[in-house]
């Protein structure tokens, strides 16, 4: 499912669907979210990766940035790159 959002003049519309990844421990997995918008900001507008397990919940990155603990393990890599006004964030869980 796709969905379109306006904030105060923004247009952003995202592209990827979801998904559902069913991995083995060890396994590598890309996580990806693409979207289109016109003027978009990265500062107001920051793309973020949340993890969540049971109750608790941890921010991953800040655009291209990832976060602690994240960070320090070389097991997480973010990558952000825009194309004209398109945009894609990927988290790759190594291992």
Known sequence: MKSVTVYEGLFVALIS?????????????SLE??????????????????KRQ????????VMGTLMEPFSKRRRFEVTFDTNDS???LMLHIHG
């Open 33 to 50: 979210c693409n979207f289109h918008a016109d003027q978009y900001d990265l500062f107001e507008y920051p793309v973020l990766w949340r």
């Open 54 to 61: 049971y109750t608790e919940e941890s921010q991953v990155n």
């Open 17 to 29: 669907e979801g998904h559902v990844f069913v991995v083995a421990p060890g396994d590598t997995v």
């Open 86 to 88: 398109r945009y894609r």
